[in-house]
């Protein structure tokens, strides 16, 4: 009533009152209803606005009383109120209807909240059933619903069913009405089917017819041309509807399913540049708001995209977004550089090749400060810090007071879509993430629950799991779906917005966007996207211009403006040839056209931050990469290349320039941030370790497919290759240690590709990769460790093996340096490995150079020296291989050799631990032999049959066999030393029955290929042995070298046949093997080399002094052989040693020893014996008769054997002798004669003669001569004590030294070979080049030698019979008689005086044999032999030397007179014995001999023949006692010497008468002195004669021959007169005699007869 007067002041105090009364809840519902009435008159007459407000608001707010009807009056009235002409009323009234507004609802969930515990079955409402029915609602629900309902009843500017009286209404406070309670009472909506209802009848149809006006707008298209006038759109209800959808979409997204598609679509099209800018912003800012929510993201696309034909929604909002941010750049807002809008839809997406570089700096009033800002293309849009990260704070959604749409601040709306991206970005993984990782640990708990595999499905605990996992599979798809939808709008927005950011910030911020994404993706396995993202991530580092085709590619691909990719045609990074060219040449010129160099300049900021992103990416999300490592490391390779960083040890990179590396610039802000960046780099590839297996070989892939590439590249050009791929596999092999078998091979398999690259800093880095990762694996301590894993150590080695087939020789110094250090660190462990670095030495080959052969040999000697004992002894049979192969390679002489020294050492090692050896060997070969059996083969190795040991041995016999007919000297000589050596020392450790593979497989095989090497040598002269070494001139033919091999191989092999023969002895076929020696002895013998000859004949030597067995008959208590060794020396051989059994070289004496006690020693067959020693002899035989036989055409080039040989061959004999002897028969004399003669008649070279000959005058034998007579005096001795039927022999052993004893004379011819005589020979000017001149021996003291033997041997044999049968004596007379009727004409004047007094002792003996046997005629023949002989010394033909002395004369003459009394004593006598015709010639010969006168009975020649009056005397004396003192036999024999007489007589007669008649004339002058010796000579004779007729018997004398004497007497008178006191003395001796004939006369005288 108060209220009712309408005056103010008591109205105040009325309405305070009332608000007193329902602030304390006295009202009921009927006062309530005229409290109202009362309030609505009030406000008709608008008196206290604001209390009556205020009441209203007091009276609803303080209980519920107020219902319906009176309900909606009271909102009414406040909503008449707001429309006022008051502001502050109309502001009040406003909050007060929001108020009330809100207090309607919350009735509503206050009466819910009592009602909640009875559950009535709510009835089902019908879609058709009338607005009015809600009768179903309680009283509080249906006030608000009929509240909501006219709300929107009023907004869509229709009547109102229940707000009866409102007069206006607008529709901006409808609306935001409307989002209030939307946004405050979502349950309520919810809860109730009819709110629910009036939803999506009501609330929605309103919206999009609402909306409509915005839709049909389009910015500068021309009104005229559309026939209606298209509505404009009103800020302030477009903003406000955005609101309202905004909260629908939020809040009741469950219920409006196909509505809020028609809202999202609308709101992406209200992001379309045709778009009013307000809008543009207002649409963003909702989108921002909806991005926040990823729950919400989830459903719209579980709800759209993932159905069938549903609009992709959540696609359509992310590529919306990365449109609207395109078309900012494209269509700038005004007070920019403006950009035609033709570009609009063509120009899809930034292509960061031709992105533009200027620096994003702005003029600001003259000072440049960086704003952070995007720029693309000149379009320049700052950055604003719009919203904080996570909340989508709205600007321009929240200016509900304004209604002209505002001017919107440059950048604005680029900032919000940007928050947009980010924060959808940051939702959707998070939320994902967040799930995935509740699955993954629900999955682990499930799965570690159920012990049994969760195939079997019919297991009840397995129900669960089968539920989770398809649970699982069902968010599987959504997340698939999300991811899926949005990756290619977001990647193409956020790579734009890279490339076009200045600010470090927001470049940070999408990198770790892309870098999420790209975790996400890999994590759902997504590999298309996530290869985009990463791709992305990838050109960001990479300097503008740098960017590779194949990231440009991939992009193109992605930004197409239809955004309809699903991930088909994205390329992978792979090399494809225009890449190659760019990527070669980084920061040089490109390819063919110069681009100057790679500039990181203040772009390189987000190029750095990229960088960094790329590497977090692979440090924190590896595991997830898979192939998309190829991308990553590609990048990071070309950034390491770009940096300049450089592989450092272990792979790690340092900043280091190379120096064709590209000439980067590098600001200071870069250099500082490289050591992180390296460090991260080292890092990232550490953390490879935490990778599971199968993401470390997606890695391992990726970094060998990276290196590849750069192999490509590198090939066929010097530059710089990039290492990165090789220095991160070792990195990361080194840190994968601990499993390294699962990575081993295809890391190590694509590293050994990399060492046969031939850009040699390319293979360089793939040794030192390799090597290193090899050494690390050895010392890693694996578990288990390595000596128990075999298998592993070997897979380790293997590479090391496999570099020996690349023949690059860097790669190999590499590969055998770290052979060496793995020796020096692990020799002692490598076990099983051993032949693995065993094969790496072994497989240099001589062409690769010396460093590397000597790095290679110092292993050997390493392993040699000091780890034989540590390595499994099957090993050694390869050390010894090894070792043989060094000594074969010809580079480097000294390795050969040493190598030849390693040899020798391993055959001590051998020989030491030889127990041990054989042991492991037997126990090894064993395990072999049974492997074979299984498995049905023969078991292969070398010299099967013999045992593992020996086979050892014989491999290593082999080898040095091998290096014996190396082409080098030097190293045949070494091995042969060692070879034969290493056979003598050691050779007692085999087995006996390998003897024969060492004497058939080894010696003979080896003497074989020596003596054909030899033969085939080549004859050239060396110039210098290399360098400055002069060879000498034994050695200047590799002719002459080989033959030093020769020698030494041969005298090795005798040596051993020598020393083991009690070994060899027993084996089977040694009399084969001591043919093939003494063939082997024979061809070298009878080579055309002296050297090699003689050598040959000392190993004959040799091996004829072997002990001969001992019969047991003959055996002495001790064996005699142990205390003598008589080594025999060539050249010194004299007869007292050669009866002498000579000693074996080695420890014989212990081993007859062993034999001395109880059992007999072994004695080989005799007969074997013997025809081993007749082998030998024919061996010798035919020698010697090779040798010996003179060539039969002589050019300058014939061979003539030397005299050592022949001496040496000689000297052979008696040794052999004394073991054939017993067979010895004349044919094998006759042989030995031709070779004595043979050997003896070979004449010297005239540049030997001066060693070998004495100077001419001294009479010395050579030792070849003494030979050949020490030889004849062996078999002369021997046929002395032997038996009958030898002595058959002794007439040939005359013949022979007979045949020598000619040589005094004759020398010997040597085929048709011109020799000269010792004096011409030019032996002081020896020509080097010209062809020796022979020089035939002097002879003569060797015929004297034999000579002296003959008469020595006849005077002991002369008796023998064979020697009378022979007529041994009448063939020494014939031989005598040449130098004794060549007499002063021999070479030697020694010679004729030597034959007479051998003439002489001979006959002294001969002559009663020949007496003996007159009867039998056996010597017929010897007498007129004789005869001659003696014709031919004492009438010789030969004068005198002129500067002979009368001594020398005189001593001559008594050799002659000594002849006469020979025959005086020794024939003359006899002549009974002796045949008449002799006894004639003899009295001839002293007849001649007695008178010496010049008359013509002498020839002309004899004139000249000095007076020998002593000679004469003794012949006249001779004569005249074989004529009167023998008795006459015959009366023949007294006719020739009574004729003599007569001769003589009257030849004395005639040469007085001459002598008186020259007397006479010559007057005082003397007469010639031969005439005075002449006939003083006569004078003396006639004495002597009639000394000689007194001494005889007279009836001897014949009485004529008295005559003829008397008759002499007055013609001795006549000459009285001569002048000459000889002459005169001469005659008193001659006259003396005469007295005897002075008888007085005789009584009775007859005439003629006195």
């Given at each position: 009533m108060g209220c009712g007067t309408k005056e103010p002041k008591i109205t105040?105090?009325?309405?305070?009152?009332?608000?007193?009364?329902?602030?304390?809840?006295?009202?009921?519902?009927?006062?309530?209803?005229?409290?109202?009435?009362?309030?609505?008159?009030?406000?008709?007459?608008?008196?206290?606005?604001?209390?009556?407000?205020?009441?209203?608001?007091?009276?609803?707010?303080?209980?519920?009383?107020?219902?319906?009807?009176?309900?909606?009056?009271?909102?009414?009235?406040?909503?008449?109120?707001?429309?006022?002409?008051?502001?502050?009323?109309?502001?009040?009234?406003?909050?007060?209807?929001?108020?009330?507004?809100?207090?309607?609802?919350?009735?509503?969930?206050?009466?819910?909240?009592?009602?909640?515990?009875?559950?009535?079955?709510?009835?089902?409402?019908?879609?058709n059933s009338n607005r009015r029915s809600v009768s179903t609602l309680k009283p509080c629900a249906k006030d608000a619903?009929?509240?909501?309902?006219?709300?929107?009843?009023?907004?869509?500017?229709?009547?109102?069913?229940?707000?009866?009286?409102?007069?206006?209404?607008?529709?901006?406070?409808?609306?935001?009405?409307?989002?209030?309670?939307?946004?405050?009472?979502?349950q309520v909506f919810l809860q109730h089917q009819e709110f629910s209802f009036l939803l999506k009848e009501r609330v929605c149809p309103l919206v999009i017819k609402l909306f409509s006006p915005n839709i049909k707008f389009r910015q500068g298209s021309s009104t005229s041309s559309s026939p209606a006038p298209v509505e404009k759109p009103y800020f302030p209800i477009c903003m406000r509807l955005l609101r309202v959808v905004s909260v629908?979409?939020?809040?009741?997204?469950?219920?409006?399913?196909?509505?809020?598609?028609?809202?999202?679509?609308?709101?992406?099209?209200?992001?379309?540049?045709?778009?009013?800018?307000?809008?543009?912003?207002?649409?963003?800012?909702?989108?921002?708001?909806?991005?926040?929510?990823?729950?919400?993201?989830?459903?719209?696309?579980?709800?759209?995209?993932?159905?069938?034909?549903?609009?992709?929604?959540?696609?359509?909002?992310?590529?919306?977004?990365?449109?609207?941010?395109?078309?900012?750049?494209?269509v700038p807002s005004t007070g920019n550089t403006s950009v035609t809008p033709s570009q609009t839809g063509s120009n899809a997406s930034g292509n960061t090749g031709s992105a533009q570089t200027n620096p994003g700096v702005l003029g600001m009033g003259g000072g440049a400060t960086v704003l952070p800002a995007f720029e693309y293309r000149g379009t320049w849009i700052p950055i604003l810090n719009v919203t904080v990260q996570g909340s989508a704070k709205a600007t321009y959604l929240e200016m509900l007071d304004k209604v002209e749409p505002p001017t919107i601040p440059e950048g604005y709306a680029m900032s919000v879509a940007f928050h947009c991206l980010l924060d959808l970005v940051r939702g959707i993984t998070t939320m994902i993430e967040g799930e995935l990782g509740e699955a993954e640990t629900v999955s682990q708990a499930t799965t570690e629950t159920t012990s049994l595999p969760a195939q079997s499905s019919e297991q009840q605990d397995l129900q669960s799991v089968s539920d989770q996992s398809e649970k699982e599979l069902v968010s599987r798809a959504v997340w698939e779906e999300m991811v899926n939808a949005c990756w290619c709008g977001l990647l193409a927005a956020l790579s734009l917005l890279l490339d076009a950011s200045t600010d470090e910030a927001a470049t940070e911020n999408i990198l770790k966007a892309e870098l999420t994404m790209a975790a996400l993706c890999g994590r759902l396995a997504l590999v298309t996207s996530r290869d985009a993202f990463i791709?992305?991530?990838?050109?960001?580092?990479?300097?503008?211009?740098?960017?590779?085709?194949?990231?440009?590619?991939?992009?193109?691909?992605?930004?197409?403006?239809?955004?309809?990719?699903?991930?088909?045609?994205?390329?992978?990074?792979?090399?494809?040839?225009?890449?190659?060219?760019?990527?070669?040449?980084?920061?040089?010129?490109?390819?063919?056209?110069?681009?100057?160099?790679?500039?990181?300049?203040?772009?390189?900021?987000?190029?750095?931050?990229?960088?960094?992103?790329?590497?977090?990416?692979?440090?924190?999300?590896?595991?997830?990469?898979?192939?998309?490592?190829?991308?990553?490391?590609?990048?990071?390779?070309?950034?390491?290349?770009?940096?300049?960083?450089?592989?450092?040890?272990?792979?790690?990179?340092?900043?280091?320039?190379?120096?064709?590396?590209?000439?980067?610039?590098?600001?200071?802000?870069?250099?500082?941030?490289?050591?992180?960046?390296?460090?991260?780099?080292?890092?990232?590839?550490?953390?490879?370790?935490?990778?599971?297996?199968?993401?470390?070989?997606?890695?391992?892939?990726?970094?060998?497919?990276?290196?590849?590439?750069?192999?490509?590249?590198?090939?066929?050009?010097?530059k710089e290759p990039s290492l990165f791929a090789v220095a991160k596999l070792l990195e990361t092999g080194l840190v994968n240690m601990h499993r390294i078998e699962i990575l081993w091979r295809p890391l190590t398999g694509h590293l050994l590709e990399v060492c046969q690259h031939p850009n040699s800093r390319m293979r360089e880095w793939g040794a030192e990769a390799l090597t290193s990762l090899i050494k690390a694996g050895l010392t890693f301590s694996h578990d288990p460790p390595l000596s128990q894993n075999q298998r592993l150590q070997l897979l380790l080695l293997n590479p090391l093996k496999e570099l020996s087939n690349i023949s690059h020789p860097d790669i190999r110094i590499k590969q055998l340096e770290c052979v060496l250090q793995i020796l020096q660190s692990q020799g002692d462990s490598l076990g099983p490995g051993w032949p693995l670095v065993l094969g790496v030495m072994g497989a240099i080959r001589s062409d690769q150079g010396e460093s590397l052969i000597r790095t290679a040999f110092q292993c050997l000697q390493l392993v040699v020296t000091d780890f034989l004992p540590t390595m499994p002894c099957t090993c050694l049979q390869i050390v010894v291989e090894v070792a043989g192969s060094f000594g074969l390679h010809n580079q480097e002489l000294n390795i050969s050799l040493t190598s030849?020294?390693?040899?020798?050492?391993?055959?001590?090692?051998?020989?030491?631990?030889?127990?041990?050896?054989?042991?492991?060997?037997?126990?090894?070969?064993?395990?072999?032999?049974?492997?074979?059996?299984?498995?049905?083969?023969?078991?292969?190795?070398?010299?099967?049959?013999?045992?593992?040991?020996?086979?050892?041995?014989?491999?290593?016999?082999?080898?040095?066999?091998?290096?014996?007919?190396?082409?080098?000297?030097?190293?045949?000589?070494?091995?042969?030393?060692?070879?034969?050596?290493?056979?003598?020392?050691?050779?007692?450790?085999?087995?006996?029955?390998?003897?024969?593979?060492?004497?058939?497989?080894?010696?003979?095989?080896?003497?074989?290929?020596?003596?054909?090497?030899?033969?085939?040598?080549?004859?050239?002269?060396?110039?210098?042995?290399?360098?400055?070494?002069?060879?000498?001139?034994?050695?200047?033919?590799?002719?002459?070298?080989?033959?030093?091999?020769?020698?030494?191989?041969?005298?090795?092999?005798?040596?051993?046949?020598?020393?083991?023969?009690?070994?060899?002895?027993?084996?089977?076929?040694?009399?084969?093997?001591?043919?093939?020696?003494?063939?082997?002895?024979?061809?070298?013998?009878?080579?055309?080399?002296?050297?090699?000859?003689?050598?040959?004949?000392?190993?004959?030597?040799?091996?004829?002094?072997?002990?001969?067995?001992?019969?047991?008959?003959?055996?002495?208590?001790?064996?005699?052989?142990?205390?003598?060794?008589?080594?025999?020396?060539?050249?010194?051989?004299?007869?007292?040693?050669?009866?002498?059994?000579?000693?074996?070289?080695?420890?014989?004496?212990e081993r007859i020893g062993r034999y001395n006690g109880s059992e007999p020693p072994v004695i080989t067959d005799e007969i074997e014996d013997l025809n081993l020693w007749w082998a030998a002899w024919n061996s010798w035989y035919r020698i010697g008769s090779e040798s010996t036989r003179p060539p039969i055409t002589c050019d300058k080039l014939t061979f003539i054997p030397s005299q050592p040989f022949l001496t040496a061959l000689i000297q052979i004999f008696p040794a052999l002798y004394q073991h054939i002897k017993t067979g010895f028969s004349m044919d094998d004399l006759q042989k030995l004669g031709v070779i004595l003669h043979g050997a003896v008649s070979v004449p010297i070279s005239s540049d030997a003669s001066p060693f070998i000959l004495p100077s001419y005058t001294e009479a010395v034998l050579t030792s070849l001569q003494e030979a050949v007579l020490t030889a004849l005096d062996v078999l002369q001795k021997a046929i002395c004590v032997g038996s009958e039927s030898m002595q058959i022999m002794y007439p040939a052993i005359f013949d022979q030294l007979l045949a020598f004893v000619e040589f005094s004379c004759k020398p010997p011819q040597y085929g048709q070979l011109e020799t000269k005589h010792i004096a011409n020979a030019k032996y002081n000017q020896i020509q080097l080049f010209a062809p020796a001149e022979w020089v035939a021996l002097n002879y003569v003291p060797f015929a004297e030698r034999s000579l002296e033997v003959v008469v020595d041997l006849y005077q002991k044999t002369a008796c023998h019979k064979a020697v009378v049968t022979e007529k041994v004596l009448q063939n020494i007379i014939k031989t005598l008689r040449i130098p004794l009727s060549l007499k002063y004409s021999c070479p030697s004047e020694s010679t004729w005086k030597l034959a007479v007094s051998s003439l002489l002792k001979v006959l002294f003996i001969g002559l009663p044999v020949a007496r003996q046997h007159a009867s039998s005629g056996k010597f017929d023949s010897m007498w007129p032999e004789l005869a001659n002989t003696f014709e031919d010394f004492l009438f010789t033909k030969s004068t005198p030397p002129d500067n002979l002395s009368i001594q020398e004369f005189q001593k001559n003459e008594s050799i002659d007179v000594e002849v006469v009394q020979l025959i005086s004593t020794e024939i003359l006598p006899y002549a009974n014995f002796i045949p008449k015709e002799f006894v004639g010639q003899i009295m001839t010969m002293l007849n001649k001999g007695s008178i010496h006168s010049q008359s013509s009975s002498f020839t002309e020649a004899e004139i000249d023949i000095r007076m020998r009056e002593e000679f004469s005397k003794v012949c006249f004396e001779t004569l005249l006692q074989f004529s009167f003192s023998n008795k006459v036999t015959t009366p023949?024999?007294?006719?020739?010497?009574?004729?003599?007489?007569?001769?003589?007589?009257?030849?004395?007669?005639?040469?007085?008468?001459?002598?008186?008649?020259?007397?006479?004339?010559?007057?005082?002058?003397?007469?010639?002195?031969?005439?005075?010796?002449?006939?003083?000579?006569?004078?003396?004779?006639?004495?002597?004669?009639?000394?000689?007729?007194?001494?005889?018997?007279?009836?001897?004398?014949?009485?004529?021959?008295?005559?003829?004497?008397?008759?002499?007497?007055?013609?001795?008178?006549e000459c009285i007169t001569c002048s000459s006191s000889e002459v005169c003395s001469a005659l008193k001796e001659a006259l003396v005699p005469f007295k005897d004939f002075m008888h007085p006369p005789a009584s009775k005288v007859q005439n003629g007869e006195s």
């Open positions: 105040q105090l009325c309405l305070a009152a009332i608000q007193r009364l329902m602030s304390h809840e006295v009202v009921s519902e009927a006062a309530a209803g005229n409290i109202i009435n009362m309030l609505w008159q009030l406000m008709e007459n608008s008196l206290e606005e604001l209390k009556l407000l205020q009441t209203v608001l007091v009276l609803l707010t303080t209980n519920t009383v107020v219902h319906d009807e009176a309900l909606s009056k009271a909102i009414v009235l406040c909503f008449r109120l707001h429309f006022t002409k008051d502001n502050i009323t109309n502001n009040t009234a406003a909050a007060t209807v929001r108020q009330v507004v809100t207090v309607v609802f919350e009735r509503v969930v206050a009466e819910d909240e009592r009602y909640k515990d009875t559950v009535d079955q709510p009835v089902a409402v019908q879609g619903y009929m509240l909501f309902q006219d709300l929107c009843q009023l907004v869509n500017a229709d009547a109102p069913y229940w707000l009866v009286g409102m007069t206006e209404m607008t529709r901006t406070f409808g609306l935001e009405l409307l989002e209030s309670v939307l946004n405050d009472f979502p629908l979409i939020k809040q009741f997204y469950s219920l409006l399913v196909t509505e809020c598609e028609i809202f999202l679509s609308l709101l992406v099209k209200f992001l379309d540049a045709d778009k009013p800018q307000w809008l543009r912003a207002v649409a963003v800012e909702s989108i921002h708001r909806l991005c926040v929510q990823p729950q919400l993201l989830r459903s719209f696309c579980q709800s759209y995209d993932m159905k069938q034909h549903s609009t992709k929604v959540f696609r359509d909002i992310v590529n919306a977004l990365g449109s609207f941010i395109q078309s900012l750049f494209l791709t992305a991530i990838c050109k960001g580092s990479l300097p503008p211009h740098y960017a590779l085709t194949v990231l440009n590619s991939t992009t193109a691909a992605l930004s197409s403006k239809s955004y309809s990719i699903q991930g088909q045609n994205v390329q992978m990074i792979s090399p494809s040839s225009e890449s190659h060219q760019q990527v070669v040449a980084v920061g040089q010129p490109l390819a063919l056209q110069p681009q100057g160099t790679v500039m990181l300049t203040s772009k390189s900021i987000p190029n750095i931050q990229c960088m960094r992103t790329l590497l977090n990416l692979a440090h924190c999300h590896g595991a997830v990469l898979g192939t998309s490592w190829q991308l990553v490391l590609a990048t990071l390779q070309h950034l390491v290349w770009i940096l300049g960083l450089k592989p450092g040890v272990g792979g790690a990179l340092k900043p280091g320039r190379a120096v064709e590396g590209p000439s980067t610039v590098l600001t200071t802000a870069v250099m500082t941030d490289l050591p992180v960046i390296s460090n991260i780099l080292s890092r990232l590839f550490e953390s490879s370790q935490y990778l599971d297996d199968v993401s470390l070989h997606h890695l391992i892939n990726a970094l060998c497919s990276l290196s590849l590439e750069a192999m490509d590249m590198a090939y066929g050009n010097n030849i020294g390693l040899l020798w050492n391993i055959s001590d090692y051998f020989f030491q631990r030889g127990e041990i050896i054989e042991k492991e060997l037997n126990k090894e070969e064993a395990v072999l032999q049974k492997q074979a059996e299984e498995k049905g083969v023969m078991l292969n190795r070398p010299f099967h049959p013999a045992p593992p040991f020996d086979c050892l041995w014989l491999c290593l016999y082999a080898k040095l066999g091998e290096l014996c007919v190396d082409p080098r000297p030097a190293v045949r000589k070494s091995a042969g030393q060692t070879l034969f050596s290493t056979i003598g020392a050691h050779g007692t450790l085999l087995q006996h029955s390998t003897w024969h593979t060492v004497i058939w497989k080894v010696l003979f095989h080896l003497l074989d290929r020596v003596r054909e090497s030899s033969t085939t040598a080549d004859k050239e002269k060396i110039e210098s042995g290399g360098g400055n070494i002069l060879i000498h001139h034994s050695r200047d033919t590799a002719e002459k070298q080989w033959a030093e091999t020769w020698v030494l191989t041969l005298a090795g092999v005798a040596r051993i046949f020598n020393t083991r023969r009690y070994l060899l002895q027993p084996l089977g076929d040694f009399s084969q093997a001591w043919d093939v020696l003494l063939d082997h002895i024979q061809s070298a013998a009878l080579s055309k080399n002296n050297e090699v000859s003689l050598a040959a004949l000392k190993s004959f030597q040799e091996i004829l002094q072997i002990v001969s067995p001992v019969r047991d008959s003959e055996k002495p208590d001790t064996p005699p052989a142990i205390n003598v060794s008589v080594p025999v020396v060539v050249g010194t051989t004299t007869a007292t040693s050669l009866g002498r059994s000579f000693m074996r070289t080695d420890s014989i004496g023949q024999e007294g006719y020739i010497s009574r004729m003599a007489l007569s001769v003589l007589l009257k030849r004395s007669q005639d040469v007085l008468h001459r002598y008186i008649e020259d007397e006479r004339l010559s007057g005082k002058c003397p007469l010639p002195r031969q005439q005075v010796t002449e006939i003083i000579f006569v004078l003396k004779a006639v004495s002597t004669l009639i000394d000689s007729l007194k001494k005889t018997q007279p009836e001897n004398v014949d009485a004529n021959t008295w005559a003829q004497v008397i008759a002499l007497y007055p013609t001795l008178v």
